[in-house]
Nanobody, 127 residues
Framework: QVQLVESGGGLVQAGGSLRLSCAAS????????MGWFRQAPGREREFVAAISWSGHNTDYGGSVVGRFTISRDNAKNTVYLQMNSLKPEDTAVYHC????????????????????WGQGTQVTVSS
């Protein structure tokens, strides 16, 4: 029903930047809360960022606040994650996700609150 495809991952040196993109199709993109999660080998999936359907509300995981910025372009059915000042500990597979929860008061930050997931894109930060 809803397909999410991430792009923009790659290898970058510590201190560098990457911008991830997530293109959505097969659903009403503008009605979804969108989020980014990441998962490193042997670790649970970690909340990174979320954005409301309007783009007016955002939330970030504590480990990325001040360095990452989530945004969306509903006309393009795309959500972005701008990652600056990257650290080796940011190395993970980054997944885009969509939630049917409206997020009118509190944006969802839990994995089970999201209904659709992309396959992920690898981000590797070297020292």
């Amino acid at each position: 029903q809803v397909q999410l495809v991430e792009s923009g991952g790659g290898l970058v040196q510590a201190g560098g930047s990457l911008r991830l993109s997530c293109a959505a199709s097969g659903g009403t993109f503008s009605s979804y809360t969108m989020g980014w999660f990441r998962q490193a080998p042997g670790r649970e999936r970690e909340f990174v960022a979320a954005i409301s359907w309007s783009g007016h509300n955002t939330d970030y995981g504590g480990s990325v606040v001040g360095r990452f910025t989530i945004s969306r372009d509903n006309a393009k059915n795309t959500v972005y994650l701008q990652m600056n000042s990257l650290k080796p500990e940011d190395t993970a597979v980054y997944h885009c996700a969509a939630s049917r929860a409206p997020g009118t008061v509190v944006l969802p930050t839990r994995e089970h609150s999201y209904d659709y997931w992309g396959q992920g894109t690898q981000v590797t930060v070297s020292s």
